[in-house]
């Protein structure tokens, strides 16, 4: 796939301002579109939660309006704060702006993406080269970067997330961390990696998920440490596939843990736990639901992609589960496309 087309303008799905909104007191997505409806939807679940009186009811409803206007303002917001980092922000480690290079990338990684983009090459000879931590699940693990370039990219986050820029953080459910792109690195260092690697290595490993046709990402990285956020709720992934690596420091705590696909309806009894190993990725569906236990002692910091593929996402939002409503959104969006890229065997997605 040619990586110099004309560039496409990219949407999210208008569900974004009214679907899928987490509170974080009661430990729940909620849709949001009026107070009539959140009752009606949620009063049971919400009263078992704590949100027992009217005054905690109005709280909740204040914050609720709240969100949904901060993911109004939230496009043109990033595109503010990325124009003053370009312009005044000064990196401690430069050298990881510049263009990504093969040293930058583990062996294992770089063979494993080797070997899917020769010619010949399958499944099971992909599945010889990483490790696979589930079958069942397909989830499966590979060192990423050396350790040197997971040192730099940690040094200049902690140097970011230290200075006085702004900072968009990567969703409601993480106070810390950033966001890529505002940051500069989509271009030099997430969309190579995806566009190079990622993609001839998904597109083995998940052809029925759009892992050949992966056209966009939201990269972020999550920060879990004392006083701070140490644990995440079970959520699914606004992606088609996701690469979550362990960036380090030194940490204990923090598995994931994986239940089914959100699709699936089923309870969290028995969730499969896995453990994050400094330097290496885990990669998973974006719709298998999962979550991060709590953060024992140390720091943990946790590159993530969500990698999208416009040719599955343009059907069905995962968000809302319906043909997505699409509205123009800056840079990569939610990785909707008004149009299909060419020539996808629609038969070959689920
Ligand atoms: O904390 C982690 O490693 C998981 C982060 C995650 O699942 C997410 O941000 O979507
Ligand atoms: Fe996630």
């Known amino acids: 796939m040619g990586t110099a087309a004309a560039p496409r ?3 999210r799905c208008a569900c974004f301002c009214s679907e899928n909104l987490y509170v974080a007191r009661y430990g729940l997505h909620v849709r949001f ?19 027992v009186s009217p005054k905690d009811f ?14 109004r303002r ?4 990033s595109a503010a704060r990325k124009a003053l980092i370009a312009s005044s922000y000064r990196p401690a480690r430069p050298e990881v702006y510049n263009l990504l290079q093969e040293a930058a990338l583990a062996p294992e990684f770089l063979a494993a993406a080797e070997y899917s983009a020769s010619s010949g090459a399958d499944l099971k000879g992909l599945l010889q080269r990483l490790e696979t931590v589930s079958e069942e699940k397909r989830i499966y693990r590979l ?3 050396t350790a040197p370039f997971c040192q730099a990219l940690l040094e200049e986050l902690e140097h970011f997330e230290q200075s006085d820029m702004p900072k968009g953080r990567p969703n ?3 106070n810390y ?10 271009e030099p260092l997430v969309t190579p990696l995806r566009e190079r690697f990622l993609q001839p290595l998904m597109a083995l490993l998940y052809p029925d998920c759009g892992g050949g046709w992966l056209d966009s990402h939201r990269a972020f990285v999550v920060k879990y440490a004392p006083g701070q956020d140490r644990e995440l709720g079970c959520h699914y992934d606004n992606a088609e596939l996701t690469l979550n690596v362990s960036l380090g420091k030194a940490f204990t705590g923090g ?7 959100f699709q699936v309806p089923s309870t969290l009894a028995k969730p499969l736990e896995v453990e994050h190993v400094v330097g290496q990725g885990l990669l998973h569906r974006g719709g298998q639901l999962h979550g991060a236990r709590p953060l024992g002692t140390g720091e943990r910091w946790n590159l993530v992609v969500w990698l999208r593929a416009s040719a599955v996402r343009n059907r069905l939002c995962p968000m809302c589960c319906r043909k997505p409503d699409l509205v123009d959104d800056e840079g990569f969006g939610d990785g909707f496309t008004r149009e299909e890229p060419a020539t996808v065997d629609v038969c070959a997605l689920t």
Request: aromatic share 8%.
């Open 177 to 186: 961390g950033v966001l890529l792109h505002e940051l500069g690195l989509d």
């Open 74 to 77: 939230l496009g043109p917001e």
């Open 9 to 11: 303008r990219f949407c």
């Open 255 to 261: 598995a994931l843990y994986f239940g089914d696909l």
């Open 172 to 174: 409601t459910m993480n």
């Open 58 to 71: 109005q709280q909740l409803l204040g914050e609720l309006e709240q969100e949904v206007e901060r993911r």
């Open 33 to 51: 579109r009026s107070e009539q409806q959140l009752r009606q939807d949620y009063e049971p679940i919400l009263r078992s939660r704590g949100c």
């Open 143 to 145: 060192p990423v970067f």
